[in-house]
């Protein structure tokens, strides 16, 4: 199922990544790359839900769908953040722990999902809060803007992007600490 509706939504997650770092080499004026770049990181996040929404709605999931939607998420997420340290509105520091947490949970999955264990590392609600964060704080510094006249999204991007990171390693923690059990279990001590 390589030509679904949702696999092709997934799939404009990943042709998004060149577009909007590319924004930024273009020579429009500095507002409008960050507008432009916030706009297009924001319709593409959405293509998350949509996607996995439309896979179910219309019978569509498949396990190679299943596969590219979190590397489709990862590759926008960690391209945003590179992006994001390149324009020196985020720490290189909080984009290493994000970026690094990425690469180790997903490969604890493929590890978990080769001995049989994948539920011992499920999704959980603190996985979900640190994209939550991670999903409202990135728009708000590709915009490093005042939004309505009142929010300094530079100032709450930073303080959100904090939480993510903040989060990410204790989202990491939990799943290294439910997956400890299993590897023992099933590996040996």
């Known amino acids: 199922m390589f030509l679904t509706i949702p696999t092709l939504m997934t799939w404009t997650r990943i042709v998004a990544i060149p577009l909007i770092v590319g924004v930024f080499y273009t020579p429009m004026e500095p507002g ?5 770049a916030t706009v297009m990181f924001v319709v ?3 293509t998350d839900w949509l996607d996995g929404y439309l896979a179910r709605k219309l019978n569509q999931t498949s396990s190679f769908g299943a596969f590219l939607d979190p590397v489709a998420d990862k590759f926008l997420v960690c391209a945003s953040l ?15 722990i994000i970026i690094g947490r990425e690469i180790a949970i997903s490969a604890l999955r493929e590890w978990m999902a080769q001995i ?14 640190k994209t939550t964060a991670q999903m409202v704080a990135i728009p708000f510094l590709l915009y490093d803007g005042v939004l309505f006249g009142a929010i300094d999204t530079g100032v709450w991007g930073h303080v959100l992007i904090w939480i993510a990171a903040v989060l990410t390693v204790w989202s990491m923690v939990y799943y290294l600490q439910k ?11």
């Open 82 to 96: 590179l992006v994001l340290v390149h324009l020196q509105r985020a720490d290189v520091f909080v984009a290493l």
């Open 116 to 129: 049989g264990a994948s539920k011992s590392v499920a999704v959980h609600m603190l996985g979900k809060l």
């Open 32 to 36: 409008v790359r960050n507008l432009l």
């Open 44 to 46: 593409f996040a959405a």
């Open 179 to 189: 997956a400890v059990p299993e590897i023992r279990a099933r590996v040996g001590r």
